[in-house]
């Protein structure tokens, strides 16, 4: 079963790659415009090959576990105030869900405007793309506990700070696996958002460099390499994290 949907993931990639050079070998855009996928496999090539990519990727890393690391922190302290507190959550809780709703590059002015063109600008913009989004679920996982968990629990006579940290807590991991993998993908548009206007290093102002010279070659490749990291960190780590809880919790079959 797995090898089949393997199969059919590269037949499709084999078919847009195929779909992309009929575009190309037909002039249907300048080739300044839109590359040969070989000129992109060349740029990207060259790139790690000169360590230009290496060293964009690494920088990027450096801002998305420092940012996403206190979005988890500061989003888990948020969605456990809000779950609960009933008055917190009913005088403030609709401001929770708009700041969620605001894209990552809003903020990318406020970042610029605190910490001018510097690393720090773009940590803020990661920081805040994660935190709200974490502390919905946080907040979600709280409330969604059973209640007879809850009722059982005081029949025994736990209460109070045992009773969050025995009954609520474990109860709620699986909503929190949920939340880490939505702040990961969220933190990690929003650090692209926070590179693309920042002095750099990064993927993000990296993709901005090589538009900016008009290197349309670099620009797709940049763009694939954030895709696919994207989607095997993602698959690799957080999904399958997330499974695991789910399995484990009895969630899942």
Do not use: C
Request: hydrophobic content about 55%; charged content about 15%; glycine content about 10%.
């Amino acid at each position: 079963m797995k090898l089949n949907i393997v199969v059919k993931r590269v037949l499709f990639l084999v078919a847009v790659i195929g779909l992309w050079q009929l575009v190309f070998s037909a002039g249907v855009f300048p080739n300044i415009i839109l590359p040969s996928p070989g000129k992109v496999w060349t740029a990207l090539y060259e790139g790690f090959a000169s360590g230009d990519f290496l060293e964009a990727l690494g920088a990027s890393f450096k801002h998305l576990l420092l940012g996403m690391s206190m979005a988890i922190a500061l989003g888990t302290i948020v969605g456990v105030i809000f779950g609960k507190s009933k008055q917190a959550d009913e005088t403030a809780g609709m401001y929770l869900i708009a700041l969620q709703s605001i894209p990552s590059i809003v903020w990318v002015p406020l970042a610029i405007m605190l910490f001018g063109f510097t690393e720090f600008a773009v940590i803020f913009v990661v920081v805040l793309g994660g935190t709200f989004v974490m502390a919905l679920n946080v907040r979600s996982a709280i409330h969604n506990v059973p209640p007879h968990l809850v009722r059982a629990a005081r029949t025994m006579g736990t209460k109070g700070f045992g009773l969050f940290y025995r009954v609520e807590v474990p109860a709620s991991i699986p909503y929190f696996m949920s939340g880490v993998r939505l702040a990961w993908a969220f933190s990690w548009r929003a650090l692209m958002a926070g590179e693309l206007l920042s002095n750099g290093p990064g993927l993000g102002y990296s993709l901005r460099y090589a538009q900016d010279y008009a290197r349309m070659d670099q620009v797709i490749g940049i763009i694939i390499i954030i895709g696919v990291i994207g989607a095997i960190v993602d698959q690799l780590v957080f999904s399958k994290l997330e499974k695991n809880v789910m399995k484990r919790w009895g969630l899942v079959k």
